[in-house]
């Protein structure tokens, strides 16, 4: 349906652990960052974990060391691997793919979201 296909979300109780993954269309070229974002009911969205085409990664303060991103280049794939969730984790994560086809342009595509939810 969309440019960017994401599953992995679901239940976990505190503690647990999720995978999530992000395809994106081949219709999409010149990729420059991936990344993931989340956002819960009332507030608003926030950045969760970046990576560039060169493979340089950024996290959020909240997440830092328990959440991992990656990337499989060949697959136009990228993966959010997290650990040791907690409660305020919980938010509908939502894929984001840059890219930028020519010079000075910037394109962002978003996934459709995919429900995290952590249990106490």
């Known amino acids: 349906q969309g440019q960017l296909v994401e599953s992995g979300g679901g239940l976990v109780q505190a503690g647990g652990s999720l995978k999530l993954s992000c395809a994106a269309s081949?219709?999409?070229?010149?990729?420059?960052?991936m990344g993931w974002y989340r956002q819960a009911p009332g507030k608003q969205r926030e950045l969760v974990a970046t990576i560039t085409r060169g493979g340089s990664t950024n996290y959020a303060d909240s997440v830092k060391g328990r959440f991992t991103i990656s990337r499989d280049g060949a697959k136009n794939t990228v993966y959010l691997q997290m650990n040791s969730l907690k409660p305020e984790d919980t938010a509908v994560y939502y894929c984001?793919?840059?890219?930028?086809?020519?010079?000075?342009?910037?394109?962002?595509?978003w996934g459709q979201g995919t429900q995290v939810t952590v249990s106490s």
């Open positions: 984001n793919v840059r890219s930028s086809p020519w010079l000075g342009h910037e394109h962002d595509a």
């Open positions: 081949k219709s999409i070229f010149s990729i420059t960052a």
